[in-house]
């Protein structure tokens, strides 16, 4: 299936802001459209038609012939634009291949990812003279209601719709699945002086052919700056993943996220910050071991939060990869051993006690566990080991990286070291066991 | 597909030696027709029809309705079983169902797992008036050519086949794939008072109508004790799987496959002899620990050897599990700690060095690392980490754990184990970033 962006307009509102073209506006590193294609391009979709109006050379110098994304991107060229977005969008007639069915957006909107999937899924199902209409039903959660565009639904077929309806229970996302029909109603509505796409829509509403996918995720039109902000809003929260461990959700995610947005403008890479969060295991590492738990407990929290921020950049920016995934889980594994190294250090030799060795090697030993067993449950069981799920009243014990390395920050703040190097002993091993117990159990 | 199974010969030339009838007869822990039901349940087949005729009662007893083994099977009995297995294959017509392809096989041969798949595929490839007969074309090989039905195949169709041919290249395996031709072929030539199922396959050989597959794994007819021995040497030369490290290659198979042929026949379960091996390498610690050194480096070769043992026994008597794939990875790894454990206080009891410990320490976390980098390898890339592909030059270096085992007890026997604890410190990591590295060249 073929993409057509519309990026014609003129984009008043946001441009004082910015000073470019408004789908040219970046927002956490990437220019909105830009995001566009990408996310699309995770939908598997690689041919991509934009249609310009007022800027038309920004856009080809920005994103070219979309060879640097592993895309194809074409232009069409609107010189009446100003009319109104529906002249625009029947641009594509030129290029429209008989019984095409072709995905229309905004390109300055943004999209979360499960929204653009769950909507393509749905695209197959609907017929060649329908036009398919992502619609928000969730009124109270729809930013800046006033300026979107209602629709009036009767079950899932829009009736109407209109900027300024009074009676809807929905708004227009600014995104569709096209067919032939919908540049017939664009034909027929422009020669009538009807030159908003919303026009269009409508003559195909008063047919019955306008379908409606209601969305469960997050979009907004980044119309003005208190948009713009909504996105970044949207596009941040969207990071944190589903399985997401306590401590990571609780605590690290309020701050991997704040230096996520900071870092997104630059051009540091996921495995670049990998390796910082390593180097900030190395530091807390040699703090315990200079005897300075306290710096040292601050540096591994320190780490589990950068360990969240490699992650969010790889997402945000589409920058994710099978080598910084391995990288990362390797990595993770050498920071854990460093810090419990410097720890056992600092316990020996301020007490030469053979038990700082004994604890030590367990807590060496037990570090990796964790991961190995779920590596394993994944490839044995082909589906991921979900502690919320298959750890049962283990779940609460915080096992987990994230939550290691929290007991390791207390251990370091609270100066407890032997007893913080115990509990990571007993607590891995254990959970290891409980775990192999609990699969036998359940095979 | 249903599946046939020709059981209704007398057997005499092994009835000597075991006592009971041929397909009955036990072979490493399972019965010949025991193992067949077991393999083709492996194949996806659920439903089994046995023809009896010599013998009745010995199979109903043993076998049953199939529930123990998660299947279901019927018999049917031939009383005319003296005049040929023809009559004893026809007698499958008062079951057969309009237009089913089932799959017909010597109940007393030993197949492959592999042959018996690959056969099964080729089945939906043969029209409905065909036969499709597995042959092997390898005549060197086969075991016992005197006695085996020879044919004589054009291009892969069967132009004629008889036990007497002079004329022939290839030999036919007692494995069928029939459809009701065959039904009919077999009433033609009982009419005609041929008896034999290779008359019938000759006729419809005569039309062009048995189409070969040749096969490339490995099967045998067992018939008389040499027989016997040879289905043992097959069975358990199967066991070994493709990819198996160097030291398991050369050397742990020669000794576990002897044991797994000693423990074939006992109740063991491999789950039983995972955690036998992991109490040969707590043993191995010991010795370790306690100066003995020569003991533990044997104890941990035993360990290596006794952890194919499972897998092998798993895979003799179809008892592989989930649990079990889990359960070894994770002792393997408790396993290896321990070792590692008690060379390190050998050597820091004997000298106090902190060098011990450091080294120690590195090795502790070295040995997970190979394991913990596959298991990431598999699940990022969907397809496992092969060290013969993957690895380079690294290959070449035994730091899967039957190499490390193996250095392990090169260090004991020769009493080094200061520098063998060096060499797996920096032979496990330097594989770790090494594979990292290799990664990243191929992404």
Redesign the interface.
Known sequence: MRAVLLAAGEGKRLRPYFNRPKPLVRLLGLALIERNILTLRECGINDFIIITGCYSTEFRDYLGNGEKFGVSINYLHNPDWEKGNGVSAYTFHKDYRQDEKFILLMADHLFELDLLKAFLTEAKKIKQDELLLAADSRLEEVFDLDECTKVKAWENYAVKLGKGLDDFNAVDCGLFIGTGSLLEALANSIARGAYALTDAVNLLAEHGKVKLHFIEHSWVDVDDYPGYKQAERILLKSLVPAKDGFISRVINRRFSLRITRLLAATAITPNQVTFLSFLTTAAAAVSFAMAKPFIGGVLAQLASILDGVDGEIARLKFLK???G???D??LD?YGD?LIV?GMVYSWYCATGHTMA?LV??AA??GM??S???K???????GQPFIPEIHDGILRYFPANRDGRLFIIMLGGILNLLPATLILLAVGTHLQ?LIR?YN??KA?
Not at 375 to 381: C, D, I, L, Q
């Open positions: 990869s099978s080598f995934e391995i990288f889980s390797i594994r051993y190294v060795l030590g090697a060496l030993t990796p566990m991961m190995l067993f590596e394993k449950f994944r490839n044995v069981f290891a192999l699969v036998r095979t």
